[in-house]
């Protein structure tokens, strides 16, 4: 089962990825619309190329970076709450790229974008590492995401309404809840460095992460440093949130649903979890992406309200099984 | 109290005889006379502020802040509410009734039939096929032949491509559906400080082979004679 569990999830993502490339707007058969990506040079081809690819490649990244860094936060505060939508990463991520574009610093050099984003994101991880504290409580964890977050999501609204430019009030929509739409090449090149660095420091974490649930002193005992592993849970987590939050906005609870659908599948071994949350991660993603094109194509719903509509129940529910931890 | 009231007020009105005009009457992406006229201070569209400076008269637009407008009304102003200029005609009467508003009826006249002249000595050119041009601004935002930018293309002598793809006043076209659609001209406008998303749409690399053309900024927001230089330079971009 476990086994079979990777390259299932991978087949899944390479089905949501084509699927991603051929529903949008323009009607075009399945074959029709792949060789268009290929070799068409008609406008076909130019909106498979430029608007569909960028879309589904952006989909599957961020996917696995929010899949990624939730697996990753949950496993090192042994904690199901832990997701970085809900503890205020993204939120600070977005305020990170909101802050760069108004200032105009991305526009004269597109890397300080994601760069920003992670920033303000590893300044939120390190934040909600310290209160939580390394046992990682549910009450405190949570409060401290909610201050996070509020004080993220107000600064956020606040630089976007003192903007000169009219248009950016209205687009808190799109920073607190994220869009894949009409995203382009660029936003791939600038976000992909990032979040490979942060993948390649997560995945890392396996063998600690699997220590850890034995205990933080059996973990050391183990030659496990919870101290290094600290420090590239909060630059990892901030790479991946900063990059995916920076290109397309705060999408939440990828990283909360993932690990909770796949934890029993892989025998809640959280160095397993990594890489199957990765790829649930780039499934579900790629999915809800598929899905706001496909139920109002004439309006641009962001694919937060879809997450959240999937991830707002599991939410409760968890919260209502760990009430007894907590109370 | 409204960006086309404004202009045609600064057009018609004596010196000394206006108080002052909205910030928006201002904004060199809006208004086709953010520069005319610097005496006159402007002001935020605020009742409170408008209040404040006394006047004997608001020109407001029909769809200017109505909860501000309601509330001038109740404190005892004399408020007229002029509605959007609709078509190229209406830019003559507009301006014949501002020029009644202020008791300028000689000087509009005189701007009116002017325009009416122009207007008139405008000759479509008579191209085919016609070239398909859109608008196409921030967030996508087009304009449907209904709309005084679709009216100025019909004169350039453009097919509005809003219009095959179904818009009558104005609307959203999804970038996949322009790009599908292939037209000869794009115009868009020109860009706030700051940024945005919305504008950062007309950056998107799939744009890239579509022809651009500008219209001079303000220029076809408002019914005002300024609409002329508007259907002139779009003549002239015609590929």
């Known amino acids: 089962m476990t086994r079979l569990l990777l390259p299932a999830l991978a087949l899944l993502v390479a089905l949501l990825f084509v699927a991603s490339l051929t529903i949008g707007y323009t009607p075009a058969g399945l074959g029709e619309s792949l060789a268009a990506l290929g070799t068409g040079d008609g406008p076909l081809g130019l909106v498979m190329r430029e608007i569909r690819l960028p879309r589904a490649l952006l989909g599957v990244m961020i996917g696995l970076s929010l899949g990624l860094a939730g697996a990753a936060m949950q496993g090192y505060l042994r904690n199901p709450l832990a997701e970085p939508g809900i503890v205020g990463i993204s939120s600070a991520a977005a305020l990170g790229a909101v802050l760069s574009i108004q200032l105009g610093l991305s526009a004269a050099f597109p890397l300080i974008l994601p760069a920003a984003a992670l920033g303000f994101a590893a300044l939120a991880v390190g934040l909600v590492l310290m209160l939580a504290g390394p046992r990682g409580g549910s009450i405190t964890l949570i409060l401290a995401g909610i201050a996070v977050s509020a004080l993220a999501g107000a600064l956020t609204s606040l630089v976007l309404n003192l903007s000169p430019n009219p248009y950016a009030t209205y687009e808190i929509v799109f920073w607190m809840l994220g869009s894949l739409s009409d995203r382009s090449f660029t936003h791939v090149w600038i976000a992909l460095p990032f979040m490979v660095v942060g993948w390649g420091l997560l995945l890392t974490l396996g063998r600690g992460l699997d220590a ?107 919260i209502r099984r760990t009430r007894g931890e907590v109370l | 109290m409204n960006l086309c009231t404004d202009q045609l007020a600064m057009l018609v009105a004596a010196p000394g005889q206006l108080v002052a005009v909205s910030e928006l009457g201002r904004d060199p992406h809006l208004s086709a006379m953010a520069e005319a006229r610097p005496e006159i201070p402007t002001h935020g569209s605020q009742a409170e502020e408008i209040f404040a400076l006394r006047p004997d008269l608001v020109i407001a637009g029909s769809f200017t802040a109505r909860p501000a407008v309601e509330m001038l009304k109740r404190l005892g102003l004399r408020v007229v509410d002029m509605p959007p200029e609709q078509t190229l005609d209406d830019v003559a009467a507009h301006l014949r009734e501002m020029g009644r508003l202020l008791g300028q009826e000689s000087r509009a006249e005189e701007l009116a039939s002017r325009f009416e002249s122009d207007l008139a000595a405008l000759t479509v050119p008579a191209a085919t096929p016609r070239p398909q041009a859109v608008v196409y601004g921030p967030n996508g935002y087009s304009a449907g032949p209904n709309s005084l930018a679709g009216q100025v293309l019909e004169l350039a002598g453009y097919d509005n491509l809003a219009a095959k793809l179904g818009l009558s006043w104005g609307g959203q076209i999804p970038l996949e559906r322009l790009i599908m659609a292939e037209p000869d001209l794009m115009i868009t406008g020109g860009r706030y400080a700051g940024g945005s998303r919305s504008e950062a749409l007309l950056d998107h690399p799939a744009l890239s082979a579509i022809p651009r053309a500008r219209v001079p900024e303000g220029s076809w927001s408002c019914g005002t004679p300024y609409i002329l230089g508007a259907i002139r330079a779009l003549s002239e971009a015609r590929p």
């Not at chain 1, 397309?248 to 909360?256: D, E, H, N, P, R």
């Open chain 1, 212 to 318: 850890l649930t034995l205990g933080e002193d059996a973990a050391e005992a183990m030659g496990v440093s919870p101290r290094r592993m600290r420090l590239l849970l909060v630059l990892g987590t901030a790479a991946c949130v900063g990059a995916a939050t920076a290109v397309a906005g705060a999408i939440g609870f990828v990283g909360l649903v993932v690990p909770h659908l796949l934890r029993r599948a892989v025998g809640a071994r959280p160095s397993a979890l990594l890489p199957a949350s990765a790829l649930g991660g780039a499934a579900l993603v790629l999915a809800a992406d598929v899905a706001v094109r496909l139920v109002v194509p004439d309006r641009d719903l962001k694919l937060g309200v879809v997450m959240a509509l999937i991830g707002a129940p599991l939410f409760l529910h968890l």
